[in-house]
């Protein structure tokens, strides 16, 4: 299920690089060097996503991302960017962006940030109630009850939201950075392996006893939930 | 044209200006009122005489002036003069028109009635009748103007003494104004020859060019301490970045020699790791002077530190828990408000819990606690580590100030120096003390800090 991306970037290499990468991943890429051009592309709204590089020449990443969301344009935006403090990020965050990542970073990384973004936007329409389920394993968000198998499991809160996150992103990488923006909404980069011991936590009540696991690693990117 | 000279003319330039204001003042107001007076009294006199004329004709106006040379006080000057000016009757020994212009109307001038030896200023009225002649009436200005002279005389020479004590008040003032700034211009050059150890000497007067002086010598001692840290930086910037650099050099060469798939996909696989910790690297020194330069303060808002205490702690329980180690939190009964930058203070604390953790458990308790107090809020991160020496403490809060050289992989010596740059932001401090045994790291935080009052 191929979708239109918009890739707003000067750099030429780190564009066709890009622009490959999500090619083969069967999205058909429209590319833009600068900014006036990318805001020019972007204002016709027929995009499914756009990565946006934050330092452009002429007009600059935060000026087209401003523009389009004053133009009423809602396209999910992924920022791209060498700036990497975390006033910086969140300083792309509120200027409306869905999504900052910085350079430089995998490409396993920004595919599965893409990925989620635009299964967000897919799944937009979905009330967020809806009972979610992988699998034999069912979730229900309006009691944040868990069960595999009809056995109910004993989450700790933050399991529980570490485990709907992943759930929600069904059969996409998710990755260590995007769990720690999106579970636990911090922004930095910590120096330890924290992330992976949660993981491993929810991975020993969610699969062990069970025959067929859910919780995969997917080596180099992250971790997928996946029946 | 020397400083010094420009500000004793300037002075010297505005006492003249300030004392000709006020003798322009004095003398204008009694010039005028010593004159007016007599004018009035020679108008009155004109008028009478006219009267006079236009009743009486010419024989009453000859008594009348006879009557005023007789009976008049000895200042009235009075005279019926010809149509060329020479006098028919009347007390003026100067002859007109040399003197006096025939004119019709009021003039002031210099003339000697008969019987007197000086000329005097009189005021003048010459009123010309239908057959030509002239009638003379007028005043000596006498004694109104006589002081005036004298007046006139003192207000120079004051003006005189004034512009000269003005130029020598200027001159002193302009020496000592000179002198002080010179002190701190001279410490300014040698600054910039590069002596940044020179300080500006202050008077102890506690005037502003000593709270100038004080300024700059604080901010000398600023950049001086930048300066070393800056340098110390460099040096184990370059230290620290060579071993990671040269490993990732040789992965990529023996990735690009090796003939095995296999191997090659290995080595790559280390390439990129260790990329990714030599970016780990220049992130965090790059977050720690954005944190220095003060950025993001529009990103500062109110929240509770103990829940933000509490998130972190929850989040580090398993990690610890894996090493062996039990974090205990003393969360405060009441909310802890702190007007601050949420995720940077997140970082601070979890860089904390992280060195407890890495260099402080090994299976003992960590204990994480927030003190509220009325100013301060004190954030405290203690393990039953090793701990740090006192000696050593201000080496580990440096930036690459790791103590164990040993670890080369883990942690780029980085978090204390982070945690007291983002304590920095907040106008706080970093606190590292014994906890007997382990250690003690504290961030001491003002619940409002002066400059970040939100807009």
């Not at chain 2, 008594?63 to 005023?68: E, G, K, L, S, Y």
Request: hydrophobic share 40%.
């Amino acid at each position: 299920m191929g979708r239109k991306i918009l890739l707003i970037e000067d750099d030429r290499e780190t564009a066709s690089y890009l622009a490959k990468g999500l090619g083969q991943e069967g999205h058909s890429v429209e590319q833009a060097t600068n900014g006036q051009d990318g805001l020019f592309r972007a204002t016709d709204g027929s995009f499914d996503l756009i990565v946006l590089d934050r330092m452009l020449p002429g007009l600059d990443g935060l000026s087209v991302l401003k523009a389009l969301r004053a133009a009423q344009i809602d396209t999910p935006i992924l920022i791209l960017s060498a700036l990497a403090s975390v006033g910086d990020r969140i300083e792309g965050l509120e200027c409306g962006s869905d999504d900052y990542l910085v350079k430089p970073f995998s490409f396993a990384e920004l595919l599965a940030r893409v990925n989620a973004l635009l299964r967000r936007r897919e799944s937009r329409i979905d009330p967020t109630d809806h009972r979610l389920t992988v699998g034999d394993l069912e979730i229900d968000p309006l009691s944040r009850t868990v069960r595999r198998a009809g056995k109910k499991l004993d989450l700790k809160p933050r399991e529980y939201l570490l485990l709907e996150y992943f759930a929600r992103n069904e059969g996409r990488v998710v990755t260590r950075t995007m769990l720690l923006e999106q579970v636990w909404d911090y922004h930095f980069d910590p120096g330890t392996n924290v992330i992976d011991v949660h993981v491993s936590r929810l991975r020993r009540k969610l699969d062990e006893g069970f025959e067929k696991p859910l919780l995969h690693t997917v080596r180099g990117a992250g971790y997928m939930l996946a029946a | 044209m020397p400083t010094t000279l420009r500000i004793a003319l300037l002075a010297g330039l505005l006492a003249l200006v300030c004392n000709f204001a006020v003798i322009g003042f004095i003398y204008y107001q009694t010039h005028d009122e010593a004159l007016a007076t007599v004018r009035r009294q020679v108008v009155e006199q004109n008028k009478v005489l006219s009267d006079v004329y236009r009743t009486g004709g010419k024989a009453a106006l000859d008594d009348a002036i006879q009557d005023t040379l007789t009976y008049a006080d000895p200042q009235s000057a009075v005279a019926l003069l010809r149509p060329d000016g020479r006098e028919i009757t009347g007390n003026l020994q100067t002859v007109a028109p040399t003197i006096i212009a025939l004119e019709e109307g009021y003039q002031n001038r210099l003339i000697r009635l008969r019987g007197q030896t000086t000329p005097r200023e009189a005021a003048l009225i010459l009123h010309r009748l239908p057959s030509g002649e002239w009638i003379v009436s007028g005043r000596i200005a006498g004694e109104g103007l006589a002081i005036r002279q004298t007046l006139e005389r003192s207000l120079l020479i004051a003006l005189i003494v004034a512009v000269l004590l003005g130029l020598f008040c200027g001159l002193i003032l302009a020496h000592y104004v000179g002198r002080r700034i010179s002190d701190i211009a001279t410490v300014a050059n040698r600054i910039s020859a590069r002596d940044l150890s020179q300080r500006v000497p202050l008077s102890g007067a506690g005037d502003a060019f000593d709270q100038l002086g004080q300024q700059i010598n604080a901010m000398l001692d600023r950049i001086s301490a930048l300066m070393s840290e800056l340098t110390l930086l460099t040096d184990s910037l370059a230290h620290d970045l060579r071993s990671p650099v040269s490993r990732l050099r040789a992965a990529a060469h023996a990735a690009a020699e090796s003939p095995d798939a296999a191997e090659q996909e290995e080595l790559l696989g280390s390439v990129i790791r260790q990329a990714d910790s030599l970016m780990r690297i220049l992130s965090a020194v790059l977050e720690i002077s954005r944190s220095e330069a003060l950025t993001g303060r529009k990103q500062f808002n109110w929240f509770d530190v103990g829940e933000l205490a509490a998130e972190l702690v929850e989040m580090y329980d398993p990690l610890a828990d894996e090493g062996g180690a039990r974090i205990e939190y003393d969360r405060p009964s009441r909310p802890v408000p702190l007007f601050g930058h949420r995720q940077l203070l997140a970082q601070a604390l979890s860089n904390l819990v992280e060195n407890a953790i890495r260099y402080g458990s090994s299976g003992r308790e960590i204990r994480v606690s927030v003190g509220p107090g009325e100013r301060l809020i004190q954030v405290e991160v203690a393990d039953r580590g090793p701990g740090i020496p006192a000696e050593r403490r201000a080496e580990a809060r440096r930036r690459f100030g790791r103590l164990d050289s040993s670890r080369s992989d883990e942690g780029a010596g980085l978090g204390l120096a982070l945690a007291e740059a983002i304590a920095h932001l907040h106008e706080g401090q970093l606190k590292l003390e014994d906890n007997g045994p382990g250690l003690r790291t504290i961030l001491e935080l003002p619940v409002h800090s002066q400059q970040a009052r939100p807009a």
